[in-house]
């Protein structure tokens, strides 16, 4: 069995996961809740092994480099990032209302790898074998990981703000609006930091692959961007003193950034697109 097989059956795993979140919050039932936990936990297993299972095919290829180099590698990879951000949380703050919408994403995550992308591992450009390429790309996927389930959390505010009394969130015990936001400046300010750290892990690789730290290429000028956004919504929260709302639409806006940065950028020419 290969790696591609792994990840298309953990794929409904993940997919198993959202629908049982959903079913607990629908129909109000803990036991999916806690079932669905476990199918996490199985997703994230099964996630790992098939990425470690890819990493040792590149080897027997002969290209021998971390499966993060494409956009099917750092699609699965995402989904396990997710899921691993998710179980810290849900164990943390012992909050799985938040599964609703994190699991969905990383079901998303690696049914579009599975589902849209080629699965042939691909060699990387001379220029680009680099040992920065673990610490820039794992950085990256960590803020963005954390970006998602931000967005995720600020649709729940939104949601719950609405009608703060509704009893119809995962088991009857709802986190209040306050907790909500909260938790999305948390996980803001986790993902900026991971941001920040691949950002600047990327320029010491853009060095080392071209000799020059910055080149304005559109992948480096919307992650600049995507920090710019997010820097201005920290600051807007220390500072201003902004909360609710306006930092969940700030979340939300982030996001669409960070996906343009994703996804987007790979429409325009550049050295960074993820094919």
């Not at 794992?138 to 931000?150: D, R």
């Not at 703060?164 to 400046?185: E, V």
């Not at 920040?196 to 961007?225: C, F």
Request: glycine share 8%; proline share 3%.
């Amino acid at each position: 069995m290969n790696s591609s097989i792994i990840l298309s059956v953990i794929t409904f795993v993940y997919g198993l996961a959202a629908f049982l979140y959903v079913a607990a919050w629908v129909f109000k039932k803990e036991k999916f809740g806690k079932i669905a936990t476990w199918v996490v936990y199985i997703s994230v297993v099964g996630n790992t092994a098939g990425i470690a299972l890819r990493w040792v095919e590149t080897y027997q290829q002969g290209f021998g480099h971390a499966p993060l180099s494409n956009l099917y590698e750092s699609l699965v990879f995402f989904a396990l990032v997710i899921g691993v951000l998710y179980l810290f949380i849900e164990k943390k703050y012992k909050l799985p209302v938040i599964g609703v919408v994190a699991m969905p994403l990383a079901f998303l995550s690696i049914a579009y790898a599975s589902m849209g992308q080629s699965s042939n591992i691909q060699p990387l450009m001379p220029a680009l074998k680099s040992n920065w390429l673990i610490a820039h790309v794992v950085a990256c996927f960590i803020g963005y990981s954390a970006f998602a389930i931000a967005f995720g959390i600020s649709c729940l505010y939104l949601m719950k703000r609405v009608n703060p009394d509704r009893k119809g969130f995962l088991f009857t015990s709802t986190p209040t609006l306050s907790i909500l936001d909260d938790l999305t400046h948390q996980m803001v300010k986790f993902g900026f930091l991971f941001l920040t750290v691949g950002i600047i892990t990327g320029a010491a690789w853009a060095n080392s692959a071209w000799g020059r730290y910055w080149g304005w290429d559109p992948k480096e000028t919307w992650s600049l961007i995507t920090w710019f956004v997010y820097a201005a919504m920290l600051h807007a929260r220390l500072v201003r003193g902004w909360q609710g709302k306006r930092i969940a639409y700030m979340s939300i806006i982030g996001f669409a950034a960070v996906l343009f940065t994703y996804f987007g950028v790979n429409l325009l020419p550049g050295l960074h697109s993820y094919q």
